[in-house]
């Protein structure tokens, strides 16, 4: 059993692309979901938004890469808010079924057939990293060491996705301990409470939707720039992934996502390794490598609700929350 | 601690009545004192709103005034429309039609946030504490104009953080009032639930309003805690401002209330000096039933209900 590879191929894990596009659009789940109370089931719906604006825009218009950014951002922010005039004037729960089945729709219309000449279908798009590529300042050559290691492409990437994910921490960080935050945080516990107060509660709402949502679209563009944007990938599975890492790492938090999103790869990358290696060496004779496969997504699953037993507040979570829990 | 200095149980049991002596308001109508008298000077005045749910009318007010800088008492059985009429007039819910005037300004399809900054705040018969908010941030939630509740200008904190010094000092004085201030960090939900009720009123305090609208600001409440409720909100007069509250302790609103007003099945039915309604045979009709002086037999639980009615509505008479 070679040990050394399995953490090795963990600890890549620890600052990869996709580990700072998933603690990106957690951490716009954590602003509609631990800081608003909204309930959004659509992130992966933002995501394909991101992924898929960035990627038209510069395959079929040629865009320069600011220009395809600013679709992605500006589609995300048409859909916040055809998702939001309807829905959050009314209960949570009416946000929640209308934003799962929105990501469905926007799902299903990049993979239908008859727009196949700009979304490429099932097959998806692929060949729009040059843009990307050409801004990078770095010579060619190797960056970092050990498993961190990676070609000048790569940590390019890495430099971008991460440098993104702590603007947006900080911006977080930010407003929600300004007075914006406290109306925000307000609106989580009762929001007739604080529209009897004089504040516009339906506004606050829909800002703090577009706010994470706008997140959730540029982790979408982040998560494309290291393979093809194909429509599978934004299944309603992923919203729960990104789910899974809020609850992980502590719902109203802004450490909490970024943690989470790390331990999630981490934990994920290490279980496909070990038990790779394991169905080969032989231990889990009953099994085949494809069934292993699965088996991951089964360990991850046990090691999370490990630890929303053990630690249900969630790494970074205030214990004192839970005691007021209703 | 010492927002619990009341609640000692060695405490022999105190009737809730004000420690101070209220100074009653006088002289608030013009002509004699009947449903939808005209008042000298009235903060709001409400004219023909209705609102039916299905079948039933729940609020059907032909025309109502409430007078300024005095505390009006919302009275009524259960059922005849007071905490609707609340909703209805704060823009929590719509009428189905109707108009009604807030200092002159019509009020009529406002939402719920726009009447709250006109200066017309209200508190919610079952407590809105916030619960994961401390209690100072439930405070300064309430302040008007905060510059940095602007999401953009909240990223520049030199913008607003001389304007939330002020709040802050203003919301430490309140709760020092409301005998709240050692309570300032802790979450609101760790309250009691007469403390909460103590909360929602100084946070509504934040807003400087003109008018403030109490619903059953006594329920729930234990009646060491009531006194002090009461004392607070005889304060809100001495400063200038407009009470109209529903209740259903009729100690309270004899003891406080300046103006009462009686709605039944969602009608004002009688209006008056609380000393005077309290005689209204329209207000003995509303909590007894018309024909509570005829004899219809069996009955035993109602009969005993009425005895326990009337002593309660005599009571103050004697």
């Known amino acids: 059993m070679d040990w050394g590879a399995i953490f090795n191929n963990a600890a890549v894990e620890l600052i990869s692309p996709t580990t700072a596009a998933y603690a990106l659009a957690a951490l716009g789940l954590a602003v509609h979901f631990g800081y608003t109370g909204l309930l959004n089931f659509g992130q992966a719906g933002f995501m394909a938004l991101g992924a898929y604006g960035y990627a038209i825009s510069i395959l079929t218009f040629g865009f320069p890469v600011w220009g395809a950014f600013l679709v992605g951002i500006g589609a995300s922010i048409v859909f916040a808010l055809i998702l939001g005039i309807p829905t959050l004037r009314l209960r949570a729960d009416y946000l929640a079924i209308v934003t799962i089945a929105a990501a469905e729709i926007v799902r299903l219309l990049f993979t239908t057939n008859t727009f196949a000449s700009v979304t490429g279908s099932a097959n998806g798009l692929s060949g729009y990293k040059t843009e990307f590529a050409a801004l990078n300042p770095l010579a060619e050559g190797s960056y970092g060491f050990g498993p961190f290691e990676n070609n000048a492409y790569d940590t390019w990437l890495r430099i971008v996705a991460w440098s993104i994910v702590i603007l947006a921490a900080l911006f977080v960080w930010q407003v929600m301990r300004s007075p914006w935050g406290r109306v925000i945080k307000g609106i989580r516990e009762d929001e007739d409470a604080v529209r009897a107060l004089g504040k516009n509660v339906y506004a606050y709402k829909m800002q703090s939707l577009i706010l994470g949502g706008v997140f959730g679209t540029i982790a979408g563009m982040i998560f494309a720039l290291p393979r093809a944007v194909v429509p599978s990938n934004y299944q309603t599975t992923l919203t729960f992934f ?42 889990l004779p009953f099994m085949t490598t494809i069934q292993g496969g699965q088996l991951r997504f089964i360990l991850v699953g046990v090691a999370i609700m490990l630890i929303v037993i053990f630690r249900p507040q969630g790494v970074f979570g205030n214990k004192k929350e839970l005691a007021f829990v209703r | 601690m010492s927002a619990n200095a009341g609640l000692d149980p060695a405490a022999p049991p105190e009737p809730p009545v004000p420690t101070q002596k209220p100074i009653k308001t006088t002289g608030l109508h013009v002509g004699e004192a009947e449903p939808g008298c005209r008042k000298v000077d009235p903060i709001l005045v409400v004219d023909k709103v209705r609102r039916t749910f299905g079948g039933l009318t729940a609020v059907d007010v032909d025309h109502v005034e409430v007078p300024r800088g005095a505390i009006t008492a919302l009275i009524g059985p259960n ?40 200066g017309q705040i209200r508190t919610f018969q079952l407590t809105k504490a916030l619960g994961l908010l401390t209690v100072m941030d439930n405070m300064l939630l309430g302040a008007k104009g905060q510059t940095g509740e602007n999401m953009f200008r909240a990223l520049l904190p030199f913008l607003w953080r001389h304007q939330e010094e002020e709040n802050r000092a203003k919301a430490l004085d309140l709760l020092t009032r409301f005998k709240l201030d050692s309570k300032k960090d802790d ?60 209740e259903h302790d009729m100690h309270m609103v004899r003891h406080i209330a300046d103006w009462v007003i009686v709605m039944a099945e969602g009608k004002v039915v009688a209006e008056g000096d609380p000393h005077e309604v309290m005689k209204n045979p329209a207000v003995i009709d509303a909590y007894l039933g018309q024909h509570h002086d005829e004899d219809i037999g069996e009955d035993s639980d109602a009969e005993t209900e009425h005895v326990f009615a009337i002593k309660e509505l005599l009571d103050g008479e004697r």
């Open chain 1, 242 to 283: 990104i789910y899974a890492i809020l609850l992980l790492g502590g719902a109203a938090t802004v450490l909490g996502p970024i943690i989470g999103s790390m331990i999630f790869w981490v934990l994920l990358s290490f279980f496909s390794g070990f038990i790779s290696r394991a169905v080969e060496a032989g231990w």
């Open chain 2, 79 to 118: 059922g005849a429309g007071k905490t609707t009429l609340f909703n209805l007039l704060t823009g929590f819910d719509k009428p189905d039609d109707g108009t009604w005037t807030f200092n002159g300004r019509s009020l009529a399809g406002m939402p719920a946030y726009r009447v709250a900054r006109m």
């Open chain 2, 187 to 246: 979450y609101a939900a760790s309250l009691s639930g007469g403390q909460r009720k103590l909360l929602e009123m100084a946070r509504a305090l934040m807003s400087d309003p003109t008018l403030v609208m109490l619903d059953e600001p006594m329920a729930g409440v234990n009646p060491a805690l009531t006194q002090s409720l009461l004392d607070h909100i005889l304060n809100l007069k001495s400063q200038g401002m407009t009470v109209l509250f529903v």
